[in-house]
């Protein structure tokens, strides 16, 4: 169940992929209302193709239009990146954020493949000040006969543009962000961040989902 619902992340995780035309419709510059919004028209919108969730053209199409311009890729690509982030060009940065947010598109199409009717429980509004730069927001995960499932959406706000985005989720404790720099980011200290962005790229073209080693 945790590994279906990083999906609705996400993380996790800078290319902001085009929007979908339900993007224009977001209110960006609040975040209670961005998020509950976003996922519940994800969760209608996977509800109502049950019947092609096993398709995984589909499901990485849906989170790349739904999810990923939701998401801050570039700024979750540069925690990951760490102190290595000043040593590499712009066009390095650039392509090692490009990779892994497409990275992170294939773990999520393998996740969407295991939902079987959840249903989301979104937290209860509440306003944030003006001069917020970090929000948690707390959602539940219902699945008949079983204990509820937590998952906290963690937020910024651009300081540029006042919108907000994802950029971590945590389930039981476990933040998928900080298990995604525990994975790339011993490879990039080892093999520096061009090679490592090759490996990321040479792992998204064999179609895995799998954690890179």
Known sequence: MKKLFAALMTTVMAVVFSASAFAAEVDMK???KMVTEVAQSTFAKIKANKDKMSDVN???DLIRTDLL??????Y???KVMGTYVKKASAAERDAFCDAFAEYIVAAFADALALYNNQELVPPAY?????DATQVNTKFLIREAGKQDLELIFKLRKNSKTGEW????????GISMLTAKE???????????IKAVTDLINKHNQSGSSDPIK
């Not at 509440?126 to 003006?130: F, L, M, P």
């Open 69 to 74: 311009p939701y998401v801050d890729t570039r």
């Open 30 to 32: 609040d975040p209670y």
């Open 182 to 192: 525990n994975e790339l980011n011993p490879l990039i200290r080892e093999r520096g």
């Open 76 to 78: 979750a690509g540069f």
């Open 126 to 130: 509440q306003t944030v000040s003006a």
């Open 165 to 172: 985005r994802a950029f971590d989720m945590v389930s039981e």
């Open 58 to 60: 589909f499901r990485k």
